[in-house]
């Protein structure tokens, strides 16, 4: 890397490698507790004061209170009969990471789109910081665009890189640059 290094993975640094197991098994009741459609008991898993720190169109939520009236009852008015499925899992210490997919039926409206009764797939990815038995941290990434299209709308525009892959458009390139000369500064 030319020029001088950025601090790398300072949230990690002081992480406890002895709570592995106690984080994985917090991590794993709160999704049961999901896939039950818990929202009044889902103190139970995260800490009075968690952060919960979303993409756009997510928004970050700062406490149970937040997280259960600006996350957990939107997202169960939007979509219902929720399943969600973990597809790889990785716990290190008080750190614990995921990526799947929910299957849900959108049953309510969702970024302005009005029920269709569809069958969706919601894929995400998280990242939660256990501490003292409870989720203290929840770094949240959920595939919005993927949802949306699948309900028929295009948040790209045509605008999508996709198109990059299909050949439908071709991928700009950065400008090139002159060579430097070899021995030359």
Excluded at 60 to 72: P, R, S, V, Y
Excluded at 108 to 133: H, N, Q, S
């Amino acid at each position: 890397m030319k020029g001088s290094r950025p601090e790398q993975a300072r949230l990690t640094r002081d992480n406890d490698r002895t709570k592995t197991e106690e984080t994985r098994r917090v991590v794993e009741n709160m999704v049961d507790g999901l896939n039950d459609h818990v929202i009044d008991g889902i103190g139970a898993f995260f800490h009075e004061n968690f952060r919960w720190m979303g993409n756009a169109g997510c928004g970050t939520k700062i406490g149970l209170k937040a997280f259960q009236d600006h996350w957990q009852r939107p997202f169960q008015a939007a979509f219902s009969e929720k399943v969600c499925t973990d597809e790889a899992r990785l716990a290190e210490g008080e750190w614990m990471a995921a990526f799947g997919a929910q299957i849900a039926t959108h049953s309510g409206e969702f970024m302005g789109i009005p029920p269709t009764g569809k069958r969706v797939e919601i894929r995400y990815m998280d990242f939660w910081r256990v501490r003292d038995g409870k989720i203290i941290d929840n770094w949240v990434m959920v595939d919005f665009p993927h949802v949306m299209r699948q309900l028929g709308v295009d948040p790209f525009n045509g605008h999508g890189w996709e198109a990059f892959d299909t050949g439908e458009r071709e991928a700009p390139r950065p400008a090139a640059k002159a060579a430097p000369i070899p021995g030359e500064r």
